[in-house]
């Protein structure tokens, strides 16, 4: 099937330093991938489009230059949250559609900690 | 504007004790409602897709149907283990390769 791996997993950062998190497509080519933000028991919220080779999308109210996106490959899109604060702490999520029938699949996230 | 919601928001059941989630849905034009499942501090796993009204789709004990404005999950005879955040998104005509989620239905089913 369809793999989206992402990493890390989990991710314990100071206030003010930046985190980097990869999301790759191991079996199959990305050109758009997305990011999403999940709050603790609530549902995704879109963050940006991640498309390969061009500037990331991003929804209304996300800061571009704190949530920075990089899709330099068919299969690597990374976010990186700059200057992190601690309400910056959240679960961040990738997903691509692969295609394949498997709709659209999504990275295992990424529970980051700024403290 | 695109919207989805589900319900109930939490849902407990007795293992056997069947049930159904409800995924209510505005859209100008669908292209794909898709089900999925998330257990907590994972990322959603694909159940299915539905395109078209009237289509139905089954996995073990869920099936999954649609219509024009909503969308059920069937969970026949459930299991502990079928506990988990069932999420349900549309993807519109006009939206592109974008999903709007709905807030999840939170299923526990006990033994």
């Known amino acids: 099937g369809a793999v989206v791996s992402q990493h890390p997993s989990r991710v314990i950062c100071k206030s003010g330093t930046s985190v980097k998190i990869e999301c790759r497509s191991l079996?199959?080519?990305?050109?758009?991938m997305f990011w999403y933000r999940q709050f603790p028991k609530k549902s995704l919220m879109l963050m940006a489009t991640?498309?390969?080779?061009?500037?990331?999308?991003?929804e209304q109210g996300v800061e571009k230059d704190k949530f920075l996106i990089n899709h330099a490959s068919l299969t690597l899109s990374t976010l990186t949250v700059t200057s992190a604060h601690p309400e910056d702490s959240s679960f961040y999520i990738c997903?691509?559609?692969?295609?394949?029938?498997?709709?659209?699949?999504f990275g295992s996230g990424t529970r980051l900690t700024v403290v | 504007e695109d919207q989805v919601t589900q319900s109930p928001e939490a849902l407990r059941l007795q293992e056997g004790e069947s049930s159904s989630l409800n995924c209510s849905y505005t859209?100008?034009?669908?292209?794909?409602l898709f089900w999925y499942r998330q257990d907590p501090g994972k990322g959603p796993e694909f159940l299915f897709t539905?395109?078209?009204a009237g289509e139905e789709k089954e996995k073990e004990r869920l099936k999954a149907t649609l219509t024009k404005k909503e969308s059920f999950l069937h969970i026949t005879a459930p299991k502990p283990e079928d506990s988990a955040t069932y999420l349900c998104?549309?993807?519109?005509?006009?939206?592109?390769?974008?999903?709007?989620f709905g807030g999840g239905t939170r299923l526990m089913v006990k033994p």
């Open positions: 991640s498309n390969e080779g061009s500037k990331a999308t991003y």
């Open positions: 998104a549309v993807q519109a005509s006009n939206a592109g390769n974008m999903l709007t």
């Open positions: 997903s691509a559609r692969s295609g394949r029938g498997y709709g659209y699949t």
């Open positions: 079996d199959f080519q990305a050109t758009t």
């Open positions: 539905l395109y078209s």
């Open positions: 859209v100008s034009g669908l292209r794909g």
